[in-house]
């Protein structure tokens, strides 16, 4: 079946470490994306990449890195620069083009720092 | 910022159509009109969008005002599944694909 995976589904750190969070989708698109949640919110934009090694940064990038090395895959990196981590962080992709941004979603990463 | 307006909270009947509003009065021409619904944990879902005419599928069918100022998402038999956050998003393609949510509507289904 054609989807997105994210794992591990719940992750705990210690204040102070990095973290990569997986990201695959087999979908063949160009464009995917990472958003965060925080409790009763809506989802902010972190980083997204519209074709391989190549991304720019969203709303919220202070903190976070990401690579492109692949098609399938954009990882993201939470650094211990970044204040308050703990989130639910949501990855997805999408084709790219005009009048066409259905983004499919994976089920999410629950991340807390201790 | 986001660029749409719902309520924040509804409520509806199981089997009675839920219909969720949005209001995005500085939209421009060419910009589409997305729905996206959470269910809690989960990640989100596309519903439906459209540009200017009225659109049905499987899921839902998408009331645009002429004047495409608003919007109205209707579910026509709502279930207890049904029951989650509904986010109207504007996207246009030079965004760069960025959706941008708002605080969505939280939509509970009642038997």
């Known amino acids: 079946d054609g989807g997105i995976t994210q794992s591990p589904k719940y992750l705990f750190r210690k204040e102070g470490q990095n973290v990569t969070l997986s990201c695959e989708q087999n979908l063949n698109h160009d464009a995917m994306y990472w958003y965060r949640q925080d409790p009763g919110q809506g989802l902010r934009l972190i980083y997204y990449s519209q074709i391989v090694n190549d991304f720019q940064k969203g709303d919220i990038a202070e903190g976070y890195s990401v690579s492109r090395e692949k098609k399938e895959s954009f990882p993201l990196t939470v650094t211990s620069a970044q204040k308050n981590p703990t989130a639910f962080y949501l990855c997805a992709s999408s084709r790219t083009g005009d009048g066409y941004n259905e983004q499919f979603f994976g089920p999410g990463t629950r991340l807390t720092v201790l | 910022d986001a660029k749409t307006t719902q309520p924040p909270s509804m409520d509806c009947a199981e089997g009675r159509a839920a219909n969720l509003p949005c209001n995005h009065s500085?939209?421009?021409?060419?910009?589409?009109v997305y729905w996206y619904r959470q269910i809690h944990s989960q990640g989100p879902q596309y519903i439906i969008h459209g540009l200017k005419n009225n659109e049905t599928n499987e899921m839902a069918s998408l009331i645009i005002t002429e004047d495409r100022k608003s919007s109205t998402l209707i579910l026509p038999h709502a279930t207890l599944r049904d029951t989650a956050v509904y986010y109207c998003i504007v996207w246009y393609y030079n965004q760069g694909g960025k959706l941008i949510f708002g605080q969505g509507t939280e939509l509970s289904v009642k038997p």
């Open positions: 500085t939209i421009s021409g060419n910009e589409y």
